[in-house]
Structure formats: structure tokens, C-alpha cells
């Protein structure tokens, strides 16, 4: 288990855990966002079913903002009102209506997920955050505190992006945020504040704070309920702490929780102190040849070829131009022969790299690859004959096309 925090980085005064309590939840009352899976949440009688609305809300709010989320819960929520009927749906349709939302593999865990409620478990959703995490492939830490705490009551803290920023600076903790030791920390602070007769209303109320008022650059600390218990924003106020600290304070030089002696205190960034975190690894650079095959449509209009990417990987599921991963150092013309090659392996019938149109490039950037896709055209006058052991194809008309699984990039080349 990890050691307890040092003394001035606790929450120790139980006053002072009260006061910031119920200035949290008076301020959540009053200034809450209205988002439709907490309408859902406060209304819902059926347990399940309130679980249930919830778990989909925070597994399409990981790594996406609210605004984008809204419209895709409403619209699942209206397909899949349960865990029955989403547990009924093939992941096709699942991928069709997540497309555009980025990190596709969560829609396909939340599926398999709710099928092992409906098989394994009668139907009903489990209901504390230990056993959401042991039963529900892709429900980690966070999110079964969340479903625990909001939907069934259990006072049990969270701990998310948002959560780790509002409390960094509360308590002046500068090591690294990412670290697991910090990590720890910080769940133990959280599972202590955690209002006991409102867990979820509290929770949410310490993320909204995050996401609102306490926020990455130019916080609104002037707007905040709980500034009056904020050690980052004191010291903003008042300069640095005694150079001899008291009995409560924590050691010197030897905190695991406070800013290493090499990155000190810089007043000019003020609360913006806090979080520390390690430096962001970057992403790694990706070419890819993409051939957009087009043929005339029996109605007239254009046609084109997408093919199915294998089940898991990156865009597990999804659908896409023919495609080909490139090495990062061939010219124009040795791409394009490349490209012929693959798609003359694939079609079974020859294809001329000189036939292949340099369309131009799109570049898209997902969580850790800068990806390039090299966009080629090739009309063609009629079908062709795909090796049978390729992955599933079709030919889509472009309404078409934007109607089925197919990732943002796909978009953005045609």
C-alpha cells in the first residue's frame, strides 16, 4: 500500500472537508450544465437502466469533449434505450453510429460488455465500482466509480483529468501527475472528500469544476466555490510558503507530492503551476497509399470500393479505401508503383501505376500516430473480381458511404 501523503498535502481538517463539501455541491446546484445523461440519471427509476445511461455517457465522454459526445448519446440512447436492445445489435451498426468519434475499440467493448450482462449476469448491471470493474470488459477504475457513484449511490471517489487538476492545486501537489505513486494519492484524497449522502452529485460536481471554472489555462479562480481551501492559489496571493515549515508542513527536499527542487515555483504561471506532468511522448509519423476506386453506378452517379479493415488494431471494423501502408522514405513515383502492385495482387487483374491519379495528401492526427494518407484515384469501367480471401468489400454510392462505419480520415479523403 502506498505511505500516506505528507501532512500539508491531506485534507486532515475535518471543518475544512465540510466547508469545501458544501460549497461544492451548493455551487454544483446552482451552475450544473444540463446534459442528457444526468436528466437520465436523476429520472430514471429502473436501476439498470440508470446504470446503464451512465456507463454509455462515460464511455463516449473518454478523450472526447461534451459538445461532440451530446448528439451521439441522444442518438444511441434513441437506437439502444437498454442493455437488451443494445446487446441485440450487430457491431456493424455499432460502428456505423460511433463513426466520427474516435477510439473505435470503445463502441465494440461497451457492446461485448453489455452482451455479457444480458448472458452472465440476468440482465442487471453490477452495482459497486469493484465489481463493475472485475465483470465489465472496458469498465476501468474511473468509470465504475462513476457508474457506482452516480447511478447506485456508493461513496466511492473518481479520479479523471479533470479530478487530478482541481486537486493538484488545491493541495499544491507538483510531482508527476501521471505517475502511478501521484495516481494513488490521489484516489485516496478523492475516496475522502467524497460527500457520503451524495457521492455522485459530488463527483460530478468536482469534474464539472475542472472542466469549467478550473481549467487547464486561465482558470477563473475568482468564479471558483472553493477557492477560500485552494493551497495553489494562496501561494499565488501571497507569495512563496515560510522557508521554515511548520509542524504540519511537510519535509524538505524529500515530499514525493511536491514540486522537484529542479522545477520550482514560477509566479508568473501562478495556480498554472499544477498539474505537473511528465513530458508528452510524441506521436509517431505514418505514410499510407489510399486508392479511391470509382466506377458509374447502374442510377448514373459515381460508385466507389471500400473495404473492411481486420477486427482489431486501430479502426478495428471499419471500412476504408483500399489502402496500403508506405515506407517513410520513397519517392512519388516508387509510391505509386507500389500501390499498382498491391492492387493488382488484390484485384487479380493488372493495374498501371501511370493509371493511378496523384490526387494529393490528407494528414490526420490520432492519439499516437501523425498519419499521412497519400490519396490516389482510379476510375474504373466496371466491377472487379476481388481474391476471396481479402477482407469483406462493397461498392457504396457517397451517401452511402457516409452512412456506414467509416473513420473521419476515410471522410476527409473523399
Keep these: 500500500a502506498p505511505s500516506p501523503p505528507p501532512t500539508r498535502h491531506h485534507f486532515s481538517d475535518p471543518a475544512e472537508v465540510e466547508a469545501l463539501r458544501r460549497n461544492l455541491l451548493a455551487w454544483y446546484d446552482r451552475c450544473k450544465r444540463d446534459l442528457p445523461?444526468?436528466?437520465?440519471?436523476?429520472?430514471?427509476?429502473?436501476?439498470?437502466?440508470?446504470?446503464?445511461a451512465v456507463w454509455v455517457s462515460e464511455i463516449m465522454l473518454q478523450q472526447t469533449q461534451v459538445a461532440?459526445?451530446?448528439?451521439?448519446?441522444?442518438?444511441?440512447?434513441?437506437?439502444?434505450?437498454?442493455?437488451?436492445?443494445?446487446?441485440?445489435?450487430?457491431?456493424?451498426?455499432?460502428?456505423?453510429?460511433?463513426?466520427?468519434?474516435?477510439?473505435?475499440?470503445?463502441g465494440k467493448r461497451l457492446q461485448e460488455a453489455a452482451r455479457k450482462v444480458v448472458s452472465e449476469l440476468g440482465g442487471h448491471m453490477p452495482r459497486t465500482a469493484e465489481a463493475l470493474q472485475k465483470l465489465l470488459p472496458g469498465v476501468g477504475r474511473y468509470t465504475a466509480g462513476a457508474i457506482a457513484s452516480i447511478s447506485y449511490g456508493q461513496a466511492t471517489g473518481v479520479v479523471d483529468g479533470n479530478v487530478i487538476r482541481v486537486l493538484c492545486r488545491l493541495r499544491c501537489i507538483g510531482a508527476n501527475s501521471s505517475s502511478p505513486a501521484v495516481i494513488d494519492q490521489l484516489w485516496d484524497m478523492a475516496n475522502a472528500l467524497v460527500d457520503r449522502s451524495r457521492p455522485g452529485d459530488f463527483n460530478q460536481a468536482l469534474m464539472e469544476l475542472g472542466a469549467t471554472v478550473c481549467v487547464p489555462k486561465?482558470?477563473?479562480?475568482?468564479?471558483?466555490?472553493?477557492?477560500?481551501?485552494c493551497r495553489a492559489r494562496c501561494r499565488k496571493l501571497f507569495g512563496k510558503p515560510a522557508p521554515v515549515p511548520d509542524v504540519e508542513d511537510c519535509g524538505v527536499g524529500d515530499c514525493p507530492l511536491c514540486p522537484p527542487a529542479t522545477e520550482p515555483w514560477d509566479s508568473s504561471l501562478g495556480v498554472t503551476n499544477f498539474p505537473r506532468k511528465a513530458a508528452k511522448k510524441q506521436p509517431r509519423a505514418m505514410r499510407t497509399a489510399t486508392c479511391v476506386l470509382e466506377r458509374r453506378g447502374c442510377r448514373g452517379g459515381p460508385e466507389y470500393l471500400i473495404v473492411q479493415r481486420p477486427s482489431s488494431g486501430l479502426l478495428a471494423g471499419l471500412w476504408e479505401f483500399p489502402s496500403l501502408p508506405l515506407a517513410q522514405?520513397?519517392?512519388?513515383?516508387?509510391?505509386?508503383?507500389?500501390?499498382?502492385?498491391?492492387?493488382?495482387?488484390?484485384?487479380?487483374?493488372?493495374?498501371?501505376?501511370?493509371?493511378?491519379?496523384?490526387?494529393?495528401?490528407?494528414?490526420?492526427?490520432?492519439?499516437?500516430?501523425?498519419?499521412?494518407?497519400?490519396?490516389?484515384?482510379l476510375p474504373l469501367d466496371g466491377d472487379v473480381t476481388l481474391d476471396?480471401?481479402?477482407s469483406p468489400s462493397r461498392w457504396v454510392t457517397e451517401e452511402e458511404f457516409h452512412a456506414s462505419a467509416v473513420s473521419t480520415a476515410m471522410k476527409k479523403v473523399l
Design 37 to 52: 445523461w444526468r436528466a437520465l440519471a436523476a429520472t430514471e427509476p429502473d436501476a439498470d437502466r440508470r446504470g446503464y
Design 68 to 106: 461532440t459526445v451530446i448528439d451521439y448519446y441522444n442518438r444511441w440512447m434513441q437506437k439502444w434505450p437498454t442493455l437488451q436492445a443494445l446487446a441485440q445489435a450487430s457491431l456493424e451498426e455499432v460502428n456505423e453510429l460511433w463513426a466520427g468519434l474516435g477510439y473505435y475499440s470503445r
Design 218 to 229: 486561465a482558470p477563473l479562480c475568482g468564479e471558483c466555490p472553493v477557492k477560500q481551501h
Design 329 to 377: 522514405d520513397l519517392q512519388e513515383e516508387k509510391e505509386r508503383e507500389v500501390l499498382a502492385d498491391h492492387l493488382q495482387a488484390w484485384m487479380g487483374q493488372p493495374v498501371a501505376a501511370k493509371d493511378l491519379r496523384f490526387i494529393g495528401e490528407v494528414i490526420h492526427i490520432f492519439s499516437h500516430i501523425h498519419q499521412t494518407y497519400v490519396v490516389y484515384s
Design 388 to 390: 476471396p480471401a481479402s
